[in-house]
């Protein structure tokens, strides 16, 4: 299966990086299937560092891995999903021993719904309610070397201004 990685620069060899803020998943290496998605946020990227370029760097993810590491599967957002991401970004030393975590990606949209949640404006089933009304795309965070023994490099495409 291909996953794709946006950056500012060309990942051959990726890492797991301790982020300086909260993550859905936590730290890590983080691909989605959606190439849109992973353009998306170079772009983003690009425009936040003043850069004329970036890149999409193309791996190949070998889907068997997820039969023999600890995964956990998120399909759609459910509660158990609104939960573990809350875990993730609302308290700065959670941890979790998962390999590879797969979901939902929450994307500015979203972070306004949970934000609402957050805030006790919306009951977590109206959180999940509204969020299954929009086109979710998905991320797969690779939280140990181990689970990054699972990906090969494939390419880098340049994306420019």
Known sequence: MRVYHGSIEVVDKPEIRLS???????????????????????????????????????????????????????????EEWVDFVMLNRTQKDFSHSYDIVYGPVANDRDYAAFALYEGGLLNKQSLIAELKTYKLVDQFLFHTDLALQTITFIEAKEITA
């Open 20 to 78: 300086s803020r909260t993550l859905d998943y936590g730290n890590g290496f983080y691909t989605t299937t959606s190439y849109q998605q992973a353009e998306d946020w170079v772009r983003r990227r690009m425009k936040e560092q003043k850069s004329d370029h970036g890149f999409i760097n193309v791996f190949e993810f070998d889907k068997s891995s997820l039969n023999e590491l600890n995964c956990l599967i998120f399909e759609n957002p459910t």
